[in-house]
């Protein structure tokens, strides 16, 4: 397989897709601005290219394949982020270069309160106050290993307004969303335990409370204690990308304009272009945006903003010429759908860990929700991602967005952690699941609220093409091995479906009840898709 190397902005992309294989230390995310904890130095893995698979090519389990020049050193690259406190004293992380921002302000004591509705517990929080603009807001803590047992609930004002919201919970069990126990980015130093991330629009004030709450075996209320460090992450996504696209809902589409052209024929093969492959580097993209956009560069041009749809049979001839070696075997695969790449929907390529990490194939995909509530539209569905990205990275302290893909209440499909599309990426979604599986997050909370029945077609257009790379059937079985859940024990072999909800390999809400009774109509209508 031909290495890629990303080279300085403006020369030809033979230069900018050939990076080699052979992978430099694993570099970590950059530490939360508040941590009191030294950076450790990243575990080092060891690199090699992606060994060929069901129509799809992927790196060994674990490995890292780099997205950055070869003379990176085993040194730890993390450092703390350039932000100062404004006048008001709030800390954030605002840097020259990197788009959106995070406020990060530690929660106090809470007085008694005269508001019949809080719990009389002891708790943690910030009584109201005006903040810089923020759109999504979480909680996290310094111990990734410690759970928040209680209860998280803000309310916040309009930005320009003068009205506040009613109080909203936050979804305190997050920690199964993350990468296994052991991995290099679980044991990076950088992780933090943390709420999940609630959108909730375009806001300037906030107020917030946290209090314990927990019961023993007899379902009696106890008092426990909250994990220490306790921060209110108030995240800010950035304006969106200048980009035009389709209207929302169109395959292919980003929302709010048209599609980009790509010719049909574009091979579905995934991995490094063919030998002659050369394109121009967009004098806008950096090197790190090269570098996640070079990955897809078979399915469209360097720095597009989707990767367009292909037919039926474009798609399975492509997925033959692929696995030439497999003569008189019928690819099963569904249509390639339309995917928002992550430039189309404004990852800022700066916030994430530089390399890339891959497992051996691709066996199964966890479907989730994203449990950010359902108040967004799906022209600020681009405004999302960057916030929960933002807030993996920034205050989660992962190495990027956690889920392999994302799709919308309108059906838009989003490509999710950087590594390429076709290509088996190790997410941090299914705590003890990551390895050979991808996640798919649909964006919004499903425990009462019925999904969107776009949302449920994207889930089975985008299992029929992806999990079709790899051979396997949407309404099958797969066994995989547990690197340890709440649910699983490390190293017990589990038999699941090839499409599983989140809560099959980890005692947990997630993706919601509404969404998890769909998973059936998903299955069915993805192995059809593949022609089944």
């Not at 980015?185 to 933090?192: C, L, M, P, Q, T």
């Not at 001839?317 to 430039?343: Q, S």
């Not at 649910?487 to 980890?506: C, P, Q």
């Amino acid at each position: 397989m031909r290495s890629l190397m990303v080279t300085s902005i403006g020369v030809t992309c033979a230069a900018a897709l050939t990076l080699p294989l052979a992978a430099p230390a694993l570099s970590a995310p950059v530490p939360h601005a508040s941590s009191a904890r030294p950076p450790s130095a990243a575990p080092q893995s060891p690199g090699a290219g992606p060994p060929a698979a069901p129509a799809t090519p992927a790196a060994p389990a674990g490995s890292v394949t780099p997205a950055a020049p070869a003379e990176s050193t085993a040194t730890d690259s993390r450092t703390a982020p350039a932000g100062e406190p404004d006048d008001s004293g709030e800390p954030d992380d605002r840097s020259a270069g990197v788009a959106g921002s995070t406020q990060s302000l530690p929660l106090e004591r809470l007085a008694a309160s005269s508001d019949r509705s809080a719990a009389p517990a002891p708790g943690r929080g910030l009584d109201r106050r005006t903040t810089r603009p923020f759109s999504l807001v979480g909680v996290v803590w310094d111990d990734a290993e410690a759970e928040l047992h209680g209860t998280v609930q803000v309310r916040t004002r309009a930005a320009g307004g003068e009205r506040w919201s009613d109080w909203q919970d936050v979804e305190t069990h997050n920690d199964e969303h993350a990468a296994d126990l052991g991995s290099d980015e679980r044991a990076s130093g950088a992780v933090r335990g943390s709420t999940a991330p609630l959108w909730v629009g375009a806001s300037d004030g906030v107020e917030v409370r946290v209090h314990p709450e927990a019961a023993d075996e007899e379902g009696r209320s106890i008092a426990v204690r909250l994990p220490e460090g306790l921060r209110l992450e108030l995240v800010d996504p950035g304006p969106d990308p200048a980009t035009e696209s389709a209207p929302a809902g169109q395959a292919g589409a980003v929302p709010g304009g048209r599609t980009s052209a790509t010719p049909a024929s574009l091979p579905v093969r995934p991995g490094p272009p063919p030998a002659g492959t050369a394109a121009v580097v967009p004098e806008t993209l950096t090197a790190a945006s090269a570098a996640a956009s070079a990955v897809n560069a078979e399915f469209a041009p360097l720095g597009a903003s989707l990767i367009p749809a292909m037919t039926q049979a474009e798609t399975a001839e492509a997925a033959a010429e692929a696995a030439e070696e497999a003569v008189g075997a019928k690819p099963y695969i569904g249509p390639r759908p339309g995917i928002i790449t992550r430039k189309g929907w404004g990852a800022d390529e700066k916030l994430r860990e530089r390399n890339f990490a891959y497992t051996k194939t691709v066996k199964a995909a966890f479907v989730h929700h994203s449990a950010t509530g359902n108040n967004y539209t799906c022209k600020q569905a681009p405004s999302v991602l960057r916030s929960i990205y933002r807030y993996h990275v920034k205050s989660s302290g992962w190495r990027d967005f956690g889920y392999n893909f994302a799709v919308d209440k309108c059906g838009n499909i989003y490509e999710g952690r950087a590594g390429g599309v076709s290509r088996a990426v190790l997410g941090a979604h299914t705590l003890g699941f990551n390895t050979n599986t991808m996640g798919i997050a649909v964006l919004g909370s499903y425990s009462s609220t019925n999904p969107p029945a776009a949302a449920v077609t994207a889930v089975a257009k985008l299992t029929a093409w992806k999990l079709g790379l790899f051979g396997r059937n949407p309404k099958g079985k797969v066994t995989l091995v547990s690197g340890g859940s709440n649910k699983y024990a490390k190293g017990k072999k589990v038999k699941m479906n090839v499409i599983s909800g989140h809560r099959d390999g980890f005692a947990t809400e997630c993706p919601g009840a509404r969404l998890y009774k769909k998973l059936g109509t998903a299955r069915t209508s993805s192995a059809h898709l593949q022609g089944r």
